[in-house]
């Protein structure tokens, strides 16, 4: 007899993506010519990860009294405040209003989003692209999902669509939370402009007579194609005690130590009293989950944050992997665009997104070429982020097949 509940007798054993990994892993070392763009982690060209130095160095310098010890159960206050001050320097109404707690990784405050902000049976809202785990975390916390068109006709976000939707989710439940991963979104690579930034605030504060919570999905901002990946943060202080407002941050990309697992939920909230309730709630869900994350990571983090020196240091090797992918993003659109590849405007970030009718066959094509790439609903997510510059055009000819 099996004993779990049935809402659990039927999960898939495999995450679509890891396994897909592992297949072209083994192809690899067997000896094949294989060209792996499935996997979420910034590669060398020569197929070696891509880690920063500085990072590796901080983490062996933590005392072990520190990889030993609890860390307080919302986060170390130091890399509590830490995080918040880096994420909100160029915005001091936003940094004012900020509380966070520490999660392991992005996903848990992607969690801990879904868990209080949205009541059992309701569902998220997210662009119909977005990263698949957004659909596994919804079916294990008992959330549906809701998408609305992402792209217009034209190639732009598609506004008008999460206006319409949005009406829809709230008429049906009376509260909405909205993912939105951005800048570079995973999977499409898409970053909204400044004035798509503005648009989608002004349906949000339309929608404002009633319970809605955007969350900005962080994990990628400084691999953005701009100069200044802070510069949408601007756009978001109106919603400041009118919308709820939650940001998803993760060390995973930012630092390339993705088995750490640090990152953290930031919430600003302008007035006092319901910041500290929001920090209660957001607390007592850690305990009541992981109860504690990796205290020599938040050590370590809150170091790289605040040293001007460590700080310095891991901005000038970001920077190099930085143009190790954008010359993997130009690359691709040289290649793509004479063989009329349909995608969305792409200037940076780990993955493009190829629209395609039949994206399962044509998934399945590529892998007797020995190309890899993740099909998804309408299209293949290609995981520049891990597929060396010479490999480009081979993986464009593959995809254009």
Known sequence: MLHLI????????????????????????????????????????????????????????VPASEWAAYAPIPGTPAFNQAVIDDTFSTEPALKSAATAVATPGGTGALRHALMNYLQSGQALLTPNFYWGPYQTLCEEHERALETFRMFTAAGGLDVGALDAKLGEVLSKQGRALIFLNDPCNNPTGYSMTQGEWKSVVEVLLKHAGKPVTLLVDMAYWLYSGSANPRAFLAELVPLLGKVGLLFAWSGSKSYTHYGLRVGALLACVPDEKERAATQAALAYACRG??????????????????????????????????????????????AAQPVGLKYPRYEGGFFVTVFHPEAEAQAEKMRGKGVYVVPQKGALRVALCSAAEADVPRLVEALAL
């Open 289 to 334: 989950t992981w109860s504690n994350c990796v205290r020599g990571g938040l050590v370590a983090v809150t170091r790289l944050l605040t040293e001007p020196a460590l700080r310095a240091a891991c901005d000038s090797e970001r920077e190099k992997f930085k143009a190790l992918l954008q010359r993997r993003v130009a690359a691709f659109n040289a």
């Open 6 to 61: 049935p809402a659990r007798q039927t999960r898939p054993d495999k995450d679509v993506i890891f396994a897909l990994n592992a297949e072209a892993t083994k192809r690899k070392q067997a000896g094949e010519s294989i060209i792996n763009a499935t996997i979420g982690s910034l590669m060398n060209d020569d197929g070696t990860l891509s880690v920063l130095e500085t990072v590796t160095r901080t983490l062996r310098e």
